[in-house]
């Protein structure tokens, strides 16, 4: 029985969500289902990184190496890093800092993290997605995809992983 009303419950949200294509950076406004676990394209290059889809964070969080916050002019803060793709590839960034978030740690702490924008892509979808730059080290994924990019893109079985069947190709400059 209660297997019947989430599924209802499911239909529902789906029926009364908005229209897609004004929400959405895709004009045909499709939704595509994937895993819990999938490879995220990032950035314009696309490199390739293992990611979590967790419907449980707003915002997305990438694990970023050598993070060092500066200023250009007066008040416009700036920061260099590196992220390196499953396959070993690295790129280094300068991204100007959109927001800086207060992220709560387990102990009961808070940790200010960096926030860029960047674009994402996973299963053929690509938007611009909010990051912030995180150390990641201790966690299985470099990449965890919240929320804010995955409304009105992405649907997620989480029973299972790597099922995306369109590619992410890298975005190009014209």
Request: aromatic share 6%; with cysteine; charged share 25%.
């Amino acid at each position: 029985m209660m297997l019947t009303r989430c599924a209802v419950f499911a239909a529902l949200i789906l029926v009364t969500a908005p229209p897609l294509a004004a929400a959405d950076d895709d004009p045909r406004g499709n939704v595509v289902t994937l895993g819990y676990i999938e490879n995220i394209a990032v950035g314009k290059l696309g490199l390739e990184m293992k990611g979590k889809l967790d419907t449980g964070a707003d915002t997305s969080s990438v694990h970023a190496h050598n993070v060092k916050v500066y200023q250009r002019g007066e008040k416009d803060n700036w920061v260099r890093f590196r992220l390196i793709g499953k396959n070993g590839r690295s790129i280094r960034y300068d991204q100007n800092v959109i927001r800086f978030a207060q992220i709560k740690t387990k102990t009961g702490g808070a940790i200010r993290r960096p926030v860029i924008h960047l674009p994402l892509c996973v299963g053929g979808k690509w938007g611009l997605a909010e990051l912030n730059l995180a150390d990641r080290g201790d966690f299985e994924y470099d990449i965890l995809v919240g929320r804010e990019f995955l409304a009105n893109r992405v649907l997620i079985d989480s029973g299972k992983t790597f099922i995306a069947e369109d590619e992410c190709e890298p975005v190009d400059d014209d």
